[in-house]
């Protein structure tokens, strides 16, 4: 199976809720559990406490905990999976830190998370959070823009994954990751790569074209090469599988095909010290997460499964 569990980093804010619709669609495909984290900021537990009122730091502290795993079982009562695989954590500590800790390293956890949430601690996802996460993490991440009418409540579908390859075994990393989940999902895979600007599409995932298929590839050299990493999903089990071959700038072009495929994922590799890895905003992969309204599935490359 393609992933174990699902950890999803809350942190109260409906913003931050705008991932649920997607974790509930692959919880239930994939049949996994889902582990819902909260981390609490110990300076604002201090900050709060008042020893002259009778609120001390350890009952403060104590009551943060139970106000947070409250609302997480809140949460876990929407997923619309077996309630029993439903699990919740609050930590206390550095935000990033702990949800490294929580998935534990394991390339077999998705942390899924939306792009931006804010609660009355203040801002704690996505921005420096998430690329600190992504620059040390091998587990695979789910990032999607928040909605401000997130579903409370149900799924938002997920019928096609659009994968950009550049030729490189760099972005050919997230393949096995594609395959598993389009095999226990259904999902229809789209391989994409730029036809007019052999360059552009190494940008996304931070690595360069291979000779072969790079600078020196034709049009129909590069659509055969799609071609064959296409056969090789449906050897796999994969049951349905396009290639495209889009023009245009990478993230322009990716954002088009979320237009014209809405009910889709993008999923792409990145390196671990470049694009995502080195700060989030301003990166090619950074544009399609914010251009694109469907999550983006991203792998450090080199991570192989």
């Known amino acids: 199976m393609v992933f174990r569990r699902i950890l999803v980093p809350l942190d109260g804010s409906p913003l931050a809720e705008g991932i649920l619709p997607y974790?509930?669609?692959?919880?239930?495909?994939?049949?996994?559990?889902?582990?819902?984290?909260?981390?609490?900021?110990?300076d604002k537990v201090r900050d709060a406490a008042d020893p002259e009122a009778g609120m001390w730091v350890d009952q403060v502290a104590e009551s943060a905990r139970a106000d947070a795993l409250e609302?997480?079982?809140?949460?876990?009562?929407?997923?619309?999976?077996?309630?029993?695989?439903?699990?919740?954590?609050?930590?206390?500590?550095?935000?990033?830190?702990?949800?490294?800790?929580?998935?534990g390293d394991d390339p077999e956890t998705l942390v899924a998370m939306a792009t931006h949430g804010r609660s009355g601690l203040g801002r704690v996802l996505m921005g420096s959070?998430?690329?600190?996460?992504?620059?040390?993490?091998?587990?695979?991440?789910?990032?999607?823009?928040?909605?401000?009418?997130?579903?409370?409540?149900?799924?938002?579908?997920?019928?096609?994954?659009?994968?950009?390859?550049?030729?490189?075994?760099?972005?050919?990393?997230?393949?096995?990751?594609?395959?598993?989940?389009?095999?226990?999902?259904?999902?229809?895979?789209?391989?994409?790569?730029?036809?007019?600007?052999?360059?552009a599409l190494s940008e996304v995932s931070?690595?360069?074209?291979?000779?072969?298929?790079?600078?020196?590839?034709?049009?129909?050299?590069?659509?055969?090469?799609?071609?064959?990493?296409?056969?090789?999903?449906?050897?796999?089990?994969?049951?349905?599988?396009?290639v495209r071959g889009v023009t245009g700038g990478v993230a322009d072009s990716i954002a088009e095909l979320t237009q014209e495929f809405p009910e889709s994922l993008v999923a792409m590799a990145t390196h671990g010290h470049t694009g995502?890895?080195?700060?989030?905003?301003?990166?090619?992969?950074?544009?399609?997460?914010?251009?694109?309204d469907v999550p983006v599935l991203v792998l450090r490359s080199g991570l192989r499964r």
């Not at 079982?73 to 830190?97: F, H, Q, S």
């Not at 030729?167 to 598993?180: M, R, Y």
């Open 206 to 242: 931070g690595v360069r074209l291979t000779p072969e298929i790079g600078t020196r590839g034709t049009e129909g050299e590069l659509v055969t090469y799609l071609q064959v990493q296409a056969d090789q999903l449906q050897r796999q089990g994969v049951p349905r599988v396009a």
């Open 71 to 103: 609302y997480l079982k809140d949460v876990g009562r929407t997923m619309g999976v077996d309630y029993a695989r439903v699990e919740y954590v609050v930590e206390e500590g550095n935000v990033p830190d702990a949800i490294l800790r929580a998935a």
């Open 276 to 292: 995502l890895g080195d700060r989030l905003s301003g990166t090619n992969t950074d544009k399609v997460v914010r251009q694109s």
């Open 129 to 199: 959070v998430a690329a600190r996460v992504l620059d040390r993490t091998s587990s695979p991440v789910l990032l999607s823009k928040s909605r401000e009418a997130a579903l409370r409540e149900g799924e938002y579908p997920l019928k096609y994954a659009i994968v950009p390859l550049d030729g490189s075994p760099e972005a050919e990393s997230i393949l096995p990751v594609v395959s598993d989940l389009a095999r226990a999902t259904g999902m229809e895979v789209l391989l994409v790569t730029v036809l007019d600007s052999t360059t």
């Open 23 to 42: 974790v509930r669609i692959l919880a239930r495909g994939l049949g996994v559990k889902v582990h819902l984290l909260q981390v609490l900021d110990p």
